[in-house]
């Protein structure tokens, strides 16, 4: 068993310090040999009178977002997965600050030695020589193109994204290879490279998911506090829907008894939006990410918690999750059928069922500098 140690200078230590960010906690990764337990020993919250606040004037700063260089050597990662519709993608960062407290890949960042909690969405690792390393793996004698998706890890218009343009310069490469690619994001941020999406959707080669868990602006900030808000995102279908983009709707997760009801009004104002298609994936609790949601639940949402948890076990077979291929994306039994039938007849009632086929065809690499020399 692990050896419990109070860590004074955890971030959690005084939760005001989490103010903004979606996990409520920071417990030790799943490979480490120490589990940090916060408790207050009294000293640094004095008691106080009745009504005042304790500590307010001596109160931590709010965590900041620290990044740190990724030094990988490749960008493209395969998978072998049955049930998913790609076998590569591109991840411009680990760790990802819109700070969804569903987020399946939270339990990634256990391998780096941190936390799934609040490391996950404050300690990212950005890799700022993405577009140099694909156009490398692009270039291999080998290669053969299929569709490329990103986003389906972290997202690649997380807030860094404005600064840093790693996913701007991955489509410039995409698009000079005419390489295709599906993008998913919660981001408003994406319409800032309606001019790359567009010259490559005029081609075949690319399209856009949105992400649109609930209408409900105050539930979005408790789940992802920093993505964009309900409406940002669907201007940005609308946006990009008029520029020619085959765009998307992705109702996902859904949480039973959370934003479940709000299947319908989600597709239906998406579709009005101009989204062609829509998919829906159940929540999926694995590893870390079972306990931090029922902590998110217990502190957001006491009231409904027991019953939330209890309708997904419904769903996964009496667990808090089932990795079985297919089953995990939507669950068994009555609920999950449900849940089911009423995507099928929503999205049948809004046209949503438009799938958009991306070139491979059209694949090319282009020329280097002193390639020209060949012809002489």
């Known amino acids: 068993m692990a050896k419990r140690t109070v860590d004074p200078g955890d971030i959690t230590a005084d939760p005001r310090r989490l103010r903004g960010r979606g996990a409520v ?45 990724d030094a990988t050597r490749t960008i493209i990662t395969r998978n072998k997965s049955p049930d998913i519709s790609f076998d590569r993608s591109i991840n411009p960062y680990r760790g990802c600050e819109h700070g969804c407290i569903y987020c399946f890949a939270r339990p990634t960042h256990a391998y780096l030695g941190m936390s799934p909690g609040a490391d996950f969405e404050s300690r990212l690792f950005v890799k700022p020589n993405a577009a140099e390393l694909l ?30 343009k790693i996913m701007r310069s991955v489509l410039e490469v995409l698009r000079d290879f005419r390489h295709p690619v599906g993008i998913v994001t919660k981001s408003a941020l994406v319409t800032r490279d309606i001019d790359i999406l567009a010259e490559m959707a005029a081609m075949g080669l690319a399209r856009v998911a949105l992400s649109v868990t609930t209408l409900d602006r105050k539930l979005a900030r408790q789940m992802e506090p920093r993505a964009s808000t309900p409406p940002k995102r669907l201007e940005a279908i609308r946006a990009l829907s008029q ?20 299947m319908e009004s989600v597709l239906a104002a998406a579709k009005d939006a101009g989204a062609r298609s829509a998919g829906y994936v159940l929540l999926r609790l694995p590893l870390e990410i079972k306990d931090l949601f029922r902590e998110w639940l217990e502190t957001n949402r006491p009231d409904a918690a027991k019953h939330v948890i209890s309708l997904i076990r419904q769903m996964r077979g009496g667990k808090d999750y089932d990795a079985e291929w297919t089953q995990r994306q939507r669950g068994t039994g009555p609920y999950a059928l449900m849940l089911a039938h009423r995507f099928r007849m929503a999205t049948r009632r809004y046209g949503l069922h438009q799938h958009t086929e991306l070139r491979t065809d059209l694949f090319q690499r282009p020329p280097k500098a002193g390639d020209q020399l060949r012809l002489f």
């Open 25 to 69: 906690s920071n417990a030790a990764g799943r490979y480490e040999r120490f589990l940090r337990v916060v408790v207050d020993d009294g000293w640094e919250h004095p008691t106080t009178p009745a009504g005042n606040d304790p500590a307010d004037d001596d109160a931590l700063p709010p965590v900041k977002t620290e990044i740190t260089v």
């Open 135 to 164: 156009a490398k793996e692009l270039s291999a004698p080998g290669y053969t193109p299929r569709t490329i998706a990103i986003g389906t890890n972290t997202d690649p218009y997380q807030p860094i994204e404005r600064q840093m």
């Open 243 to 262: 520029a020619g983009i085959p765009t998307s709707v992705m109702f996902a997760p859904i949480i039973p008894a959370l934003n479940d009801g709000e």
